[in-house]
């Protein structure tokens, strides 16, 4: 009824352990008729405000999640972006992060 109604789908969530082509690949699989685009996650808003401020994030998350960051500057960081990224949260990324 929804694709059939002149209103415009979005699926959100507030994951971010994972890139939002995996998120459509689980969702494909599980029966969803749904098309990348019609996706927002964190993510999303995260690297949307990361272009809009043009900083350069130190990136706290899951190596699963960073495809959402391709083509984002990473080198010396003067932002930090935390997610799901349990790997990352050691005494020498927090310094880092604090820093």
Same mark, same amino acid.
């Given at each position: 009824?929804? &694709?059939? #109604?002149?209103?415009?789908? &979005?699926?959100? *969530? ?6 939002? &082509? +995996?998120?459509?690949? =689980? /969702?494909?699989? /599980?029966?969803?008729?749904? #098309?990348?685009?019609?996706?927002? *996650? ?13 900083? &350069?994030?130190?990136?706290?998350? +899951? +190596?699963? #999640?960073?495809?959402?960051? *391709?083509?984002?500057?990473?080198? +010396? ?18 310094? =880092?992060?604090? =820093?």
């Amino acid at each position: 009824r929804l &694709r059939s #109604a002149p209103v415009t789908i &979005r699926f959100v *969530t507030n994951t971010t352990k994972e890139c939002k &082509r +995996d998120l459509l690949e =689980r /969702l494909i699989k /599980l029966g969803f008729d749904i #098309a990348e685009n019609e996706i927002f *996650t964190s993510l999303t808003a995260a690297r949307n405000l990361l272009e809009q401020k043009q900083v &350069r994030p130190l990136l706290l998350v +899951d +190596d699963k #999640a960073l495809p959402d960051f *391709t083509g984002i500057a990473t080198d +010396d960081p003067n932002a930090v972006v935390v997610g799901l990224g349990p790997k990352h949260f050691h005494y020498e990324m927090m310094n =880092r992060a604090f =820093r």
